[in-house]
């Protein structure tokens, strides 16, 4: 390895280090490709799209080359019943709510997504976290486990609709309430194709028509003037994404 490489690596690495630290505090603007002050590499960067500034409560969003990392712990920044009595988030069930024994703890969760998603040919999404949302929430499909529908499920999600699985990994299924408060048409987050997830809205306040089978379609957003291919929430199973668009990443923990 020559000098000049080593030189390189290391301001990746720092760059790296950077990021981790900062997390999702940083807006998306600091996050800068490493200047060339060599000449020998060829090192293609991408700079990280503005909108995962959106991203907060520690969750953590750094570039691996043409991949967005983004690390959580998956802990909502509301309360729930969830959280067990005793907790500083915890809060009564309300009326009508069937409480299952699970409880919210913090997780290790990695997901790994195109910077520059792409389409693809549809795929189903898998049970277990498909996306994550701006607050570090998991996001898992329309099925419970077995590929079961929700029904019997829904009647356990808290007042912003989540709940937490067998292994205390607390997820939404449906729309995030806690999140579309901000607005119907929020950015609520990415799934692992790398798409941006919407709320039940369209930037100028009216529902999305022709949604195809994944729950996406392609237009403007706060975020993407340009338009680019989204998901929207909506009222009815599958409620979140029938199924990627894209290519999709990883996700491990
Ligand atoms: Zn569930
Ligand atoms: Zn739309």
Known sequence: MTITKLLHFVAIGSTAALLATCGGETSATSVTAPTSSTTTTT?????????????????QVSMDGQTVVIRTTDVPDHT?????????GYEAPQTGMVV?????ASQTIVFRVPVSPSAAAASDTPLGPMGVATNGVVL???????????????????RFNGHPSPSNQYHYHVEPLWLTAKGKAAFIGVLLDGFPVYGTQDENGSAPGNLDGCNGHVGATSDFP????????VSAPPYIAGCFHGAAGTVAG
């Open 140 to 158: 898992f499909n329309q099925y419970a486990a077995g590929r079961m529908p929700l029904t019997n499920e829904i009647f356990s999600f808290d």
């Open 43 to 59: 090192t293609t960067t991408t700079t990280l799209p503005a909108v995962y500034g959106k991203f907060g409560n520690g969750v």
């Open 226 to 233: 340009q338009g680019i291919y989204h998901y929207h929430i």
């Open 80 to 88: 729930s019943p969830y959280f067990g009595a005793g907790n500083s």
């Open 100 to 104: 299952n024994p699970n409880r919210i």
